[in-house]
């Protein structure tokens, strides 16, 4: 696949705030609106994948700023966010990647265990939103929601996320309706299983890899490349009239039923 798919300056001049931008499938959309012409912000709990996220993308001619926040805390959320503005000026593009993720039966999964995947993906996507919205109101920006494609049919040890995911994509629709009004686009990709990811570290054995590839209607895996297209284009003036709709980006997988396998 090349890496000129689309005009280097698609993104010139808008300001983009990625949260989970250090590291993963968000990670890689900082590096891509970045050399697509973005400014970026990233946030993070981690912050040494911020300081190694935000070198590599000056160290490529981009601009970049980092700040980092639990999505969970919505003053934290809002002081990165207030941070951003007035480092830049305005902010663009919400990128809502913070996630997390481990694998676990639902009778064993604790109550806290649950509440914690759905308060990072479901309440910090929204946390996020919402911190941001006057900034988007003023920009008439747009936010993009990283979704999956468990909770479209059913995932063993997965009832969390797919709980929390679920969630996320009934944010994407709500608000673009809500504030649709105001000139904000609000979308989401929902990937199905990337490779070098630490999402794919923790829920696949390498072992297991071959034989869902074969069960991928288009026969690999996907690549962080995949899905940074597919944020290109969502964020990009290609898709101005495109608002609530969650772009699946699996290759075909989940239409045949084998979300890990
Ligand atoms: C069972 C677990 C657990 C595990 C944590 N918990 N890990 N339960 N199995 N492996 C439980 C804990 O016991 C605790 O409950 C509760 O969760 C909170 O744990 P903490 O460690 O205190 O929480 P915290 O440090 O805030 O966060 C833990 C974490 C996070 C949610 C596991 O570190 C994390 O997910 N990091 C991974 C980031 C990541 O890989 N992101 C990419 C996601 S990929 P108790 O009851 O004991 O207090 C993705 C793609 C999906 O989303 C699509 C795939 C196809």
Redesign the pocket.
Known sequence: MTDKIFADDILQGKVAFVT?GGT?ITGGVARAFARHGAKIAITSRKEENLIAQQQYIEENGGKCFSVAADVRDFDAVQNAIAKTVEHYGRIDIVVNGA??????AAD??????FG??VD??TKGTFNVCRASFEALKESKGQILNIS???HYLATPLQIH?SAA?AGVDAITRNLSVEWGRHGIRVNGIA????ED????K??LPEALKEKITKKIPLGRFGRIADIENAALFLSSDAASYINGVTLVVDGGQWLLGT??G
């Open positions: 989970g993963g996630a997390g993720n481990f694998l676990c064993q999964l604790s109550a806290n265990g914690t995947v990072i993906d999956a494609t468990l996320v995911k990937p199905g299983p990337i990811t630490e999402g794919m923790r829920l979300s890990l």
